[in-house]
Structure formats: C-alpha cells, structure tokens
C-alpha cells in the first residue's frame, strides 16, 4: 500500500524542540523527493522544507531556516523534520508529502507551540 505515515508531534512551550519522522511505504523511496508541508488553523497550507532523493537540493521556507532541519534516510525509507527553537507561529498540523503519480499526502501530525 503506497503510504506516508507521520509521527512525532506533540505539545511544546516556546523555545523547545521536535523531531518529525514519516514512514513512507509502497513505493521506491529514494527516487522520490520529499517533502514537509504546514497548515496552520485559518491559514493555507504551505512548504516548510523539501529535500533531494540523495539527501542533497534541500530548500526551506524563509519562516524556518536556521531553526528547522529536514534529512532522510533512504534505507529505513523516512524522512525527518527536527525542529528547534519552536516559536507559536509554528503551531500546525504538519504533513509529509510527495508526487507519486498525483499528490499524496500523509494525515499530518499536530505541533502545537504554547506555554
């Protein structure tokens, strides 16, 4: 079954830290780049960081850079967002994603950033 599975959100007050992690599954992993997407309550859904299908050509949303670091590992077949100095503005559910023959979207994870 072609599917991507997020983990790892939570509750964090202001300043802290998470790591994401999405299991891909039914496809070829590494020839495929992926992908992190947020959408905040109210807001559209936006990208927060992609990465190449050799770990390299990453890019990230100009919110997050240099406090979010997206990496992957193509023999467990996942792909992580460790994410630092959590601010509220990040509060999201956070989605994995790739193009697989059409979008194809995990269920997200929610991240919420409060004290």
């Known amino acids: 079954q072609v599917q991507l599975v997020e983990s790892g959100g939570g509750l964090v007050m202001p300043g802290g830290s998470l790591r994401l992690s999405c299991a891909a599954s039914?496809?070829?992993?590494?020839?495929?780049?992926m992908s992190w997407y947020r959408q905040a309550p109210g807001k559209e859904r936006e990208l927060v960081a992609s990465i190449g299908r050799t770990g390299d050509g990453i890019n990230y949303a100009d919110s997050v850079k240099g406090r979010f670091s997206i990496s992957r590992d193509n023999v467990r077949d996942m792909v992580y967002l460790q994410m630092n100095s959590l601010k509220s503005e990040d509060t999201a559910v956070y989605y994995c994603?790739?193009?697989?023959?059409?979008?194809?979207w995990g269920r997200g994870t929610q991240v919420t950033v409060s004290s």
């Open positions: 994603y790739t193009w697989h023959y059409g979008n194809l």
């Open positions: 039914g496809f070829t992993f590494s020839t495929y780049v």
